[in-house]
């Protein structure tokens, strides 16, 4: 009886288990939810309801950045794994594994990396885009040396054009172009590129002046020297006042790349004539003539120039051909020694003429000297040997000569409209030293000539 008791025992209490299993398991499928875990390069993110909604903000990243880069390749640099897994009552959080998600996904973009001599300068859409801009640059190059530009005003000129053939348009640099995967934003457009390159920066800098600014806090500021900062913005002196709000242009260009151009050009030139100078025995010491005046000759020359960026830095003569040989200039040098020593007696200052004034009282004051007009010519001469002791303006006396003669006699030649002689000369009696004039307070063209003996002013008569 007692064992069948113990059966009947096991036997509801078998039944109560099973059926509450069962209850587990209907209630389990009851409230059970399939959720999907997200992992980021291997690491948990979040848990999703449905994988779409990751991939659609995937995309939908990918179509912004595509909008906002037009024609780069992009694409997730990164893996994204979505695993399935049902649990009771499962708990997901769409909205914070995207936010999640925003803080570590890096659309990157296909490009290519611009390396100059193994150093990363920029980056590109693609290896086409950086040739057309090297070819560009060339060309710029390249049309610099075009004849063309300046044929128009050296014929103007009615001399001949230079001509000109390009050898060689190459860069010093070495330039590779890498395959790369980088932040669209630090890809270049095909302008960009060529102004980094051409310019060492893709924008030019703009300082507005502010209040307080001074051309030297300016420079100072940007790195720059003064003379540099006057350089990018011609008319800017230190005097320049600067006015609050002004654009002042602080971008210093250095290239990043050098274009190198061989050219060979062909161009007339000059030819300097000689001068020979003979001694003449017959003309005073420190006198010289002129008996032949010289012509330059011309000849065609070819260079081959080397330059970069448009600076010429090296230069070779290749050939020449002399077109018309140059005339020497024949100078005669007098050799004959003038004593500076007078021998006193003065010859007649003028060639002829006439006295029109004496050695004399004249309106209330005493006239000093001889004032002599009417020669044949207005040449004034040496009245004897002697050494130019004054050679310039004198005030009233207008353009004036005093010789010393070294024997206690001065001579004074006055109005003078020219003076052909110098201070320190030795002249010969005779010489022409000047032109005669109306200079200083004259009545008219004439000459004003006096004698000074031990520095008192005599009657020149008494030594004519």
């Not at 009552?89 to 890096?106: E, I, P, S, Y």
């Not at 100078?277 to 010491?285: G, N």
């Not at 006396?397 to 110098?422: C, K, P, W």
Request: hydrophobic letters at 40%; one cysteine or more; a positive charge.
């Amino acid at each position: 009886m007692k064992g069948n008791s113990a059966i009947t025992a096991g036997i509801v209490a078998l039944s109560i288990l099973i059926g509450s299993t069962a209850f587990a398991v209907q209630q389990y499928q009851a409230h059970a939810r399939t959720v999907y875990d997200v992992y980021w390069n291997g690491a948990y993110v979040g848990t999703v309801s449905d994988p779409g909604i990751v991939h659609a903000w995937l995309d939908k990243q990918k179509r912004q950045y595509a909008g906002q880069h037009d024609g780069l390749r992009l694409h997730v640099d990164a893996s994204l794994r979505v695993a399935e897994r049902r649990a009771y009552n499962g708990v997901f959080d769409n909205a914070g594994t995207l936010r999640a998600l925003a803080q570590r996904v890096r659309v990157k973009a296909e490009a290519v990396r611009v390396v100059i001599d193994g150093k990363t300068v920029a980056y590109a859409p693609d290896a086409q885009t950086v040739a057309r801009v090297l070819d560009a640059i060339k060309a710029a190059h390249a049309r610099e040396l075009a004849p063309a530009k300046r044929a128009v005003t050296i014929a103007s000129r009615g001399e001949e054009a230079p001509a000109r053939t390009v050898r060689q348009v190459t860069f010093v640099e070495r330039i590779d172009v890498e395959p790369a995967r980088v932040d669209p934003r630090e890809v270049l457009t095909e302008t960009e590129l060529r102004q980094l390159l051409e310019t060492g920066t893709p924008e030019p800098k703009r300082h507005v002046v502010q209040p307080g600014d001074c051309l030297s806090c300016i420079a100072a500021r940007y790195n720059l020297t003064t003379d540099e900062l006057k350089r990018l913005n011609p008319g800017l002196t230190e005097e320049t006042l600067l006015q609050i709000g002004q654009p002042i242009n602080v971008t210093v260009h250095r290239p990043k790349v050098t274009v190198k151009t061989v050219e060979e050009v062909t161009v007339v030139e000059n030819v300097p004539f000689a001068v020979e100078v003979r001694q003449d025995p017959r003309l005073p010491r420190g006198e010289q003539r002129v008996i032949q005046e010289g012509k330059k000759g011309q000849k065609r020359v070819t260079y081959r120039l080397v330059k970069e960026n448009g600076a010429l830095v090296a230069k070779a003569m290749l050939s020449q051909a002399v077109l018309a040989e140059p005339v020497a200039k024949v100078v005669l040098r007098g050799t004959k020694a003038i004593a500076s020593t007078g021998t006193g007696n003065l010859a007649w200052p003028t060639r002829g003429g006439r006295i029109t004034s004496g050695f004399h009282y004249r309106w209330g004051k005493m006239h000093t000297g001889l004032d002599i007009a009417g020669a044949r010519n207005r040449d004034i001469l040496a009245a004897d040997n002697g050494r130019v002791v004054f050679a310039g303006w004198n005030g009233d006396y207008g353009y004036t000569v005093i010789l010393d003669h070294g024997n206690g006699l001065r001579t004074l030649y006055a109005h003078m409209d020219r003076i052909q002689t110098r201070v320190g000369a030795v002249v010969e009696k005779g010489q022409v030293i000047g032109v005669m004039g109306d200079t200083g307070h004259s009545t008219g063209v004439h000459l004003h000539f006096e004698v000074i003996r031990n520095g008192v002013k005599v009657n020149p008569l008494r030594y004519l």
